[in-house]
């Protein structure tokens, strides 16, 4: 009998004995203190020697982090680890993520096996992964896959940067059946390699994951053509739509027997670096050899393949391949020419701004050591005062100075000085407002204008990322270079050097009460459909109707001011579930006079009475979600919420109103992505100079030529209103276009630098 331990981070309820089928083993906790919350590896105090077992369970994150170099349990959950270790998901997880469940209990299957002598991890060599540096070899292999019968290929990219005007390809990987994956080097490359791989892309469907990301580098430096392709990203996003669970490591793990396949390569990239002293962001994989690569590259492709394999019966679903097949696919090649198409920077502006700035910190600074106080808390710790530094900042408010913390903690049991803490604190000395002043503006300079110059490409444009599969509702994400999604609202510097070139002008498109339009119509709530059917001001009608208030809607701004308000907090606020509380919070910040929960409840009871068909349908959603655990969108995506069996009322009562928001936020999400997908094909068919560059949440933002912008306008309206089964007869959904002559700051940029000269 093989000898096991079993270590938790500390000592829980949970009968592992009982769970893991009568398994005897010994069992250690990282740490014996009950009262410590956060168990940091100092805390640790476990007296166990792993050369004494043959397998050690490690149960949760920080068991496997203190035996091993790996972070993510969910990953590793079930599989052996270096060896010995066996790390599984903690239990105590479930109470608040039902969906774990399954992890769980399949973990817990995979390491039974593996103490059970039942299980016996795949050996991968160069039968299953080989390489290809001779050209012939090369054109035999891809000649091989272009007769095989198989309808599809699986292709990935070895590339030197993440970007294709940043780096180059090493090489391309290649499977077409479930038995192996080729790795060529495409220095091997001739003009009949190239003709090949052409010919096989016409031919298959072409398999990546990702495929934004390779096709992007395929087209820029080969000009290859990809008429059929898929992603089993994308197609696993259709079956797990949280994010950060679609990587392909990932889904190795979880659907192939390969396991951990990258591993020697990634030890070989760790050894390179200690031994060259680089960092690892300055790494260049153009380094690795061709021989340590192979292996990982080829397997990249294989467990590609194999998930595909899998993946492909996801399409049975009509719901889910309508959205695959009509939003996602067709959405990768849209934003493969977004991305390319880039940001429009004003390089001096950008140069202008980061003066500034740093004029603006400086004086930020010199208005904090305004306060005698500052100077005196440098003296006694000998060192100048770090506002960026937690430790100090702490040891400053709440020693030196006697603030009252606010409650909040940090992770590890601290008080905390994050953004709403210091804005709290304001109250109680002018302190924490300057160094919350001097972080902002700090964080804008540092995240912004210091990384946004060196990134930009000869012709001045920032290419980053957007992401079709970054959130639940659909919405598109954006990451890389530059977060589109969270430009600075408050301060106009970053906004206001992005700027169209000399004949060009920024045209944005924003949905108007997208939301609320959506929900009338799949409530059938003709009442409320009405008031997008009349005209005017939108929450003024609202309020008019609601309240039945004796003037003209039009007057209502005027003679009733607070009314409206309450109307428009309750309208919004319904679509994210908010209640009493919420309502009077809301409607007492926005009007600046205080709003009772009792008046909110009263509100909330006029406006459903007036739009009982509104109630109706979110009762009935919200019974369905409570009984199924899911609900589907409009255009048929999945959101999945299994928290709605969590014992928590608190975490089932956020997941209802989850499902609730999906409903609308995602149907108008999808409504203005069609839109501008269409709109992008239009582009491009009709040989438009006009230039998507992004999309923000509900806007759509392009670079228009002066002569293109009328035509621009009329087919994105076209294509945005466009009858996809969504719509009210005669009341298109409502879209707001602004053409800014100046800046994306719409001129603010200049008024806060008025002192310069532009």
Same mark, same amino acid.
């Given at each position: ?312 019966? &996801?399409? +049975?679903? !009509? $719901?889910? #391949?309508?959205? @695959?097949?009509?939003?996602? %696919? /067709? ?106 002043? &001097?972080? +902002?503006? !700090? $964080?804008? #300079?540092?995240? @912004?204008?210091?990384?946004? %110059? /060196? ?304």
């Amino acid at each position: 009998m093989p000898k096991v331990a079993l270590v938790e981070t500390k000592s829980s309820k949970t009968n592992f004995r009982a769970e893991f089928d009568g398994l005897v083993f010994d069992q250690y906790q990282l740490c014996s203190d009950p009262t410590v919350k956060k168990v940091l590896k100092r805390d640790c105090d476990i007296d166990m020697n792993p050369d004494d077992y043959d397998w050690i369970i490690l149960v949760g994150s920080d068991a496997m982090k203190y035996y091993t170099k790996l972070s993510s349990v969910t990953e590793y959950s079930g599989k052996r680890v270096e060896e010995k270790f066996l790390p599984i998901i903690n239990p105590a997880m479930l109470a608040f993520k039902p969906e774990a469940r399954k992890v769980w209990e399949a973990g817990k299957e995979s390491i039974l096996e593996y103490i059970n002598d039942e299980k016996e991890d795949v050996v991968i060599d160069s039968s299953i992964a080989f390489g290809i540096q001779d050209t012939e070899k090369a054109n035999e292999f891809i000649r091989a896959a272009i007769a095989e019968e198989c309808g599809y290929v699986a292709l990935d990219s070895e590339t030197t940067g993440l970007y294709p005007r940043d780096g180059y390809m090493l090489g391309i990987s290649l499977a077409y059946s479930n038995k192996f994956g080729a790795y060529i080097d495409t220095d091997c490359f001739d003009e009949e390699t190239e003709r090949l791989l052409q010919e096989l892309f016409d031919k298959k469907s072409v398999i990546f994951h990702n495929a934004k990301f390779d096709m992007a580098f395929f087209e820029y430096h080969f000009h290859f053509n990809f008429p059929q392709f898929e992603d089993t990203m994308l197609l696993h996003y259709l079956i797990d739509e949280n994010p950060g669970t679609h990587g392909l490591k990932q889904l190795t793990m979880k659907f192939t027997p390969y396991g951990d396949y990258e591993k020697p390569m990634y030890e070989w990239i760790d050894r390179y670096r200690k031994e060259h002293g680089i960092l690892k962001d300055q790494f260049n994989w153009g380094d690795i050899p061709f021989d340590v690569m192979k292996t990982y590259a080829g397997m990249d492709a294989l467990c590609t393949f194999l998930i595909y394999e899998k993946f492909v019966k &996801i399409k +049975q679903n !009509s $719901k889910l #391949k309508w959205v @695959y097949d009509n939003i996602l %696919i /067709p959405g990768t090649r849209f934003l493969i020419d977004t991305q390319d198409n880039g940001v429009p920077f004003d390089r001096k502006r950008l140069y202008v701004g980061q003066e500034a700035m740093q004029d603006d910190i400086d004086a930020a600074i010199a208005a904090l050591y305004e306060n005698d106080k500052i100077r005196k808390f440098e003296e006694i710790n000998g060192k100048p005062f770090n506002p960026n530094s937690t430790m100090q900042l702490r040891s400053l408010l709440f020693d030196y100075l006697g603030l009252q913390p606010t409650g909040k903690k940090t992770g590890t049991g601290a008080d905390s000085t994050d953004a709403e803490v210091l804005k709290e604190l304001s109250l109680q000395s002018d302190v924490p407002k300057r160094i919350l002043d &001097i972080r +902002q503006k !700090s $964080k804008i #300079k540092n995240t @912004y204008l210091d990384k946004i %110059i /060196p990134q930009l490409d000869r012709d001045s444009r920032l290419r980053t990322g957007f992401n079709l599969h970054g959130t639940t509702s659909g919405r598109l994400s954006s990451s890389g270079k530059l977060n589109m999604q969270q430009l600075p609202r408050d301060n106009p510097t970053v906004k206001g050097c992005i700027k169209a070139a000399p004949g060009n002008k920024i045209v944005a498109m924003d949905l108007t009460t997208a939301e609320v339009y959506v929900a009338a119509i799949l409530a059938k709530d003709t009442a409320l459909m009405q008031v997008f059917s009349s005209g005017g001001n939108f929450h003024s009608t609202i309020a008019h109707k609601v309240f039945r208030l004796p003037c003209e809607p039009e007057q209502v701004a005027e003679l009733y001011p607070d009314k409206r308000q309450a109307a428009k907090a309750v309208t919004f606020g319904i679509m994210y579930g908010a209640g009493p509380a919420k309502i009077s919070e809301q409607v007492t910040k926005d009007s600046g006079k205080y709003f009772s929960k009792s008046e909110a409840q009263e509100v909330i009871s006029d406006y459903f009475k007036a739009f009982h068909k509104l109630k109706a349908w979110i009762d009935d959603n919200q019974k369905f979600i409570e009984q199924n655990g899911f609900i589907y969108s409009f255009f048929g995506r999945k959101r999945r919420l299994p928290n709605v069996e969590s014992t928590d009322a608190a975490i089932r009562s956020h997941s209802v109103r989850s499902g609730l928001n999906f409903l609308v936020q995602s149907a108008a999400s999808d409504i203005n992505l069609l839109g501008a997908i269409d709109m992008g094909a239009y582009i491009k068919a009709k040989g438009m100079k006009s230039r998507i560059f992004a999309l923000v949440h509900d806007s759509i933002l392009a670079e228009v030529p002066e002569d293109e912008i009328e035509h621009y306008k009329e087919k994105l309206l076209h294509f945005v209103q466009l009858d996809r089964g969504l719509s009210i007869p005669g009341s298109p959904i409502g879209c707001d276009f602004e053409i800014i002559h100046e800046d994306y700051s719409n001129g603010k940029f200049k008024k806060f630098l008025f002192y310069f000269t532009l």
